[in-house]
């Protein structure tokens, strides 16, 4: 009878040779082994005895090449609970907490055996945002975001008289200043958010006290508090969400419907400041004030975008073909850097554009 198998060479202290046929009695592997087929073809299989740790929702796959040097491969719970793991097409499974022995089936008389332990996954925190800026006299809540639910949370603040926290992540801002909230776990993970007091709100004001936007866009509104550019501390409204809406904590508006309406923000401390916005139409053109243009190195010129009356672009942007000939501003303003030749593009929020020819003498 043909052996599928001519021998087990057991690295064992003993370094002892064990031959197996297929009429052999079952040899259960409990070391390091080397298995040697008719092909000279040698398999190493490491053996620890240390067991397999899964979280639980994690998988476990022995290396491929066990299933290619024994087609016949199978894996079978033999101790414990058969609900501890799924074992399908060669993949144990981790499905529950709990602990138990699975034997792997080499051939009909190789195996060994590998216990697995299941357990919880170690549970992580974070926070929403790892930089925060308040006012003095403010109010915040700190979101912490747990991988699991059912951890226990330790707040503290690194400087008590610049803010608390409270055992709910509440903030109370007390004065200006930099601290550090830390939300630690039992499990020795933690979560850091940095968070600056500023002065508290005097005067706020839009960084445009009007606004016109084409149906469809978006766009950002931007408030100063005690003249610094910022958004913190500030609640955002509209006077009319059907026709624009606007974001309540990060300012960005959504437009539906040609119309007008009033952005309002709102500090804390009770600031007010407005902002007029109308929504038009989509424009379906865009033209430049040039078309052909021509200009000595050094020189420059202001191109001006023009849309269909009754049209908006809130977003006009001017970009450059070959940015080593010639440079082109925001506004329009073009430069002249370098002999040659090079287009100058405008754009509209819906992709409208229009093109100028540059020529650098």
């Excluded at 697995?116 to 003095?136: M, Q």
């Excluded at 191109?303 to 073909?321: C, D, E, Q």
Aim: glycine residues 8%; charged residues 20%; proline residues 3%.
């Amino acid at each position: 009878m043909k052996r599928s198998f001519r021998k087990i060479l057991a690295l064992i202290l003993t370094c002892c040779t064990i031959a197996v046929s297929s009429s052999a009695a079952a040899v259960s592997v409990s070391a390091e082994t080397e298995i040697v087929n008719d092909n000279t073809q040698t398999l190493t299989i490491p053996f620890d005895g240390s067991p397999i740790v899964l979280e639980k929702g994690n998988s476990y796959t022995f290396p491929t090449y066990y299933s290619k040097f024994f087609p016949g491969m199978s894996i079978e719970v033999t101790a414990g609970s058969k609900k501890v793991v799924k074992i399908t097409n060669g993949a144990i499974t981790a499905n529950c907490v709990g602990k138990c022995t699975v034997k792997v089936n080499l051939t009909e008389s190789i195996s060994f055996t590998k216990d697995i332990n299941v357990k919880l996954p170690e549970v992580t925190i974070k926070f929403d945002t790892n930089k925060l800026t308040l006012g003095e006299g403010q109010t915040a809540m700190l979101k912490a975001i747990l991988s699991a639910t059912g951890a226990k949370v330790k707040w503290t603040s690194s400087n008590h008289d610049v803010l608390t926290v409270s055992q709910d992540g509440t903030i109370k801002a007390n004065r200006t200043g930099t601290a550090v909230v830390k939300a630690s776990l039992n499990n020795g993970k933690t979560a850091l958010c940095t968070i600056k007091v500023d002065s508290a709100p005097k005067t706020l004001t839009f960084t445009k006290g009007k606004l016109s936007l084409g149906l469809g866009e978006s766009s950002r509104a931007y408030c100063r508090i005690n003249g610094k550019s910022g958004v913190y501390s500030v609640t955002y409204t509209s006077s009319n969400p059907k026709v624009a809406e606007i974001n309540p904590v990060t300012g960005v508006i959504t437009t539906h419907k040609t119309g007008k309406v009033v952005l309002k923000a709102k500090t804390y401390n009770g600031m007010v400041t407005t902002c007029a916005l109308e929504v038009q139409k989509a424009p379906t053109s865009i033209t430049l004030s040039k078309t052909d243009i021509v200009l000595k190195k050094g020189e420059a010129t202001v191109l001006t975008a023009k849309l269909p009356n009754g049209t908006s672009s809130g977003s006009i942007t001017y970009n450059v073909s070959n940015d080593k000939i010639i440079a082109v501003e925001s506004n329009g303003l073009v430069k002249a850097l370098k002999t040659g030749v090079a287009y100058v593009r405008v754009k509209t929020y819906n992709g409208k554009s229009a093109l100028c020819k540059v020529s650098v003498r």
